[in-house]
């Protein structure tokens, strides 16, 4: 089937915790390469729109691809990686604690795998559990506030218990590994190198300007929600017209209510910040970049000043011998003197046969 974007939030949308499910959008992902940055734009978005027990599906789905691109080059990898922080730390607080293991996990086997750099990965572990980024310790701690939601298991392709082998990929081959690309900028997540690869630089500032755009829209969005909270009922005024269990009940469920949307805003313009913040760094990196360019350039520009200099001086040396130096012969010169040679040659020769004669 032709890739649309509608196709592809359909399939995202009918996505479960199959094995087969999700290998099969999978694939359906390799094969339509030519669109990787448009699929992944879609993935990245339809993440935080997807109800909270399928959130964690998104992230599965992404490792799938991610494992089964690597053979055939880092594309995949790098497109998904410049999203996965955002998307990783909004799972993680949107699911309940069985959901952040899951993401614990996935980010030990990419960093065992050399998926990712460790300053990568280690830098999503802080960002979903500040307290322990080496294992999934400490987690249901850092997220009591979802107890009630702790008893609920995401549906998964994986058994909870499954190694780490099977819970990367069940369809990976034994050698695919990926060789990492020394020409990537330092901050990118697959690895490290002296100067920035401006291509790579510039598709990141494409795709953060992009991410920037869709993190103030859900911000806006959610900012309409918040103002349309009654000021009132979160006044504690409201505590004196309750007269019996059922309004204090009803108050409590809409405060309830109102507390996940002012959750909701929160967490939205905080990943907008962290987006932003990502769009700071690339340009301030591709403002590097251009300042170590001016100061290669210098010494260049500097160097060729000399040389020119130096050239003409040495044509001008040229030209004052040329000034010096008689016309050159015209054409008609040149005939002239090869007619008046044809004809004082046979009286060369009459003379020299007379004094020879003689």
């Known amino acids: 089937a032709a890739y649309t974007e509608e196709a592809l939030i359909d399939k995202l949308s009918k996505l479960n915790g199959s094995q087969q499910s999700i290998q099969t ?27 909270r027990e399928r959130k964690i599906l998104f992230l599965y789905l992404a490792n799938d691809i991610i494992q089964n691109s690597r053979r055939k080059g880092p594309e995949f990898v790098q497109q998904f990686g410049r999203g996965m922080l955002a998307a990783m730390k909004h799972v993680a607080h949107e699911g309940s604690p069985d959901d952040v293991k899951a993401i614990m996990r996935l980010l030990n086997i990419w960093d065992e795998r050399k998926v990712y750099s460790s300053d990568f990965i280690d830098g999503i572990k802080r960002a979903i559990s500040p307290g322990d980024t080496s294992s999934y310790a400490g987690v249901e701690s850092s997220h009591s506030s979802s107890s009630s939601e702790s008893s609920r298991t995401s549906p998964s392709p994986y058994d909870r218990n499954t190694d780490h082998d099977t819970l990367a990929n069940t369809s990976r081959s034994p050698d695919s590994t990926l060789h990492e690309n020394s020409n990537v900028h330092k901050d990118s997540p697959n690895g490290s190198a002296s100067r920035a690869d401006p291509d790579l630089l510039l598709d990141d500032l494409a795709y953060a300007i992009r991410t920037a755009d869709e993190r103030e829209r859900q911000t806006r969005d959610l900012a309409d929600q918040a103002n349309h909270i009654p000021q009132g009922l979160l006044s504690e005024d409201t505590l004196k017209g309750i007269n019996n269990q059922t309004d204090a009940a009803a108050i409590v469920s809409d405060l309830d209510a109102f507390s996940k949307v002012l959750r909701s805003y929160h967490d939205a313009v905080q990943d907008e910040i962290s987006t932003r913040e990502d769009l700071k760094r690339i340009l301030c990196t591709l403002l590097d970049d251009q300042n170590q360019r001016i100061d290669t350039l210098g010494p260049q520009s500097t160097e060729l000043e000399q040389r020119l200099q130096a050239a003409d001086l040495i044509k001008n040396n040229f030209q004052a011998v040329l000034a010096s130096l008689p016309p ?7 005939r002239g003197a090869t007619e008046d040679g044809a004809h004082t040659e ?11 004669a003689k």
Request: aromatic share 12%.
């Open 346 to 356: 046979p009286k060369r020769m009459a003379t020299e046969d007379a004094v020879i």
């Open 328 to 334: 050159a012969p015209t054409q008609a010169q040149k």
């Open 25 to 51: 959008l999978s694939q359906w992902f390799l094969f339509h390469k030519k669109k990787l940055q448009d699929s992944v734009r879609t993935w990245d978005r339809e993440v935080f729109r997807a109800s």
